[in-house]
């Protein structure tokens, strides 16, 4: 008997065995007329629902939409604005990331993990985060090798710095972006623009992790976007003693025209706010590094010596 509180969906259901089943494969979207991912959404409303003990009218009622949106939105045939879908999540009540998919809320795993780890601050989730790497065997405070990796934007020093350091400790000195350019066979440049930014940052990936299987003891001068790709900033955290080389956008900028790099002063106003705005957006994850050194405070020979007399500290060697 049909529950008067659940009207008949506007798109009908495949029935087998006395159950209904929404087709949620691709092939199947496609014959129904379909889009895949509002399958999913739309089933997973449904989930969200039935798990809650909701019916499509309690559900409709709280997010203050139509009985009849909502069947649209669970059987895959309604584009719900995201204003729509925050007012279904609310009223569920689950975040919307849960909604729409993420991984990290396809388990009850993952679900209880999310909530443990809510609401604590940053200094917590980094013990977290080290002591989940140790438990997977995937890297933390007892893996680091003794190689020193010196992240921050373009013209902040790393090359410099890294050779000098390098040279001072013994170490091997590497370049990632040279080591990219090596495997691909082909320039940073000639790779992004034929193969697109996720072929480079595979090739990033790949350098990393030769390096450090590779030289137990270097100095590894990394790429200024290696932070956006979350796997091989965590791979780079876990292995390597990692000092953020800090500098005024004016001196990123002054540094990369003195390396030969004439393309910011084609609109030099215009690329001076992208280079904040880039700053900006990776100052957190630039700041996951163990230390800070602003290389813009002091000279070059001055800068040096604090970066010396820092890692030979944290590499226990003397100053």
């Avoid at 008067?4 to 159950?19: L, N, Q, S, T, Y």
């Avoid at 009540?93 to 909530?115: F, K, M, N, Q, Y």
């Avoid at 990393?208 to 137990?216: K, M, N, R, T």
């Amino acid at each position: 008997m049909k529950n008067k509180e659940d009207p008949a969906p506007i798109a009908p259901a495949v029935v087998h065995d006395g159950v209904d089943h929404l087709a949620t494969t691709e092939a199947s979207a496609e014959e129904n007329g379909k889009n895949p991912f509002l399958l999913a959404l739309g089933e997973r409303v449904r989930a969200l629902r039935s798990r809650r003990g909701m019916t499509r009218k309690a559900l409709a009622s709280l997010a203050n939409v139509s009985e009849r949106h909502l069947a649209n939105l669970e059987y895959g045939v309604g584009n719900a604005s995201i204003l729509v879908l925050q007012q279904v999540a609310q009223a569920l009540p689950c975040s919307l990331a849960e909604l729409i998919g993420d991984v990290t809320t396809t388990s009850p795993e993952w679900l209880l993990l999310r909530e443990l780890l809510s609401g604590r601050d940053e200094a917590a989730l980094r013990r977290v985060r080290l002591a989940v790497g140790e438990l997977l065997g995937t890297g933390g405070a007892h893996a680091r090798s003794s190689s020193i990796a010196l992240i921050g934007l373009r013209g902040a020093g790393k090359s410099t710095l890294g050779q000098m350091l390098a040279e001072d400790l013994g170490f091997a000195f590497v370049e990632l972006s040279r080591e990219i350019e090596k495997f691909a066979g082909c320039s940073i440049a000639e790779i992004q623009g034929l193969y697109g930014q996720n072929a480079y940052r595979r090739y990033e990936r790949r350098a990393l992790e030769e390096a450090i299987q590779i030289y137990p003891e270097a100095v590894i001068a990394t790429p200024g976007g290696l932070v956006s790709d979350a796997a091989t900033f965590n791979l780079l955290l876990s292995h390597c003693t990692t000092v953020w080389l800090q500098a005024d956008a004016e001196d990123h900028m002054k540094r990369v025209v003195a390396q030969g790099d004439m393309r910011p002063m084609a609109a030099s106003k215009e690329a001076m706010e992208d280079l904040r705005g880039i700053l900006a957006g990776r100052a957190a994850f630039y700041g996951k590094a163990e230390f800070t050194l602003n290389t813009s405070a002091q000279p070059l020979d001055a800068t040096f010596a604090k970066l010396r007399e820092v890692m030979r500290g944290a590499l226990g060697l003397p100053v």
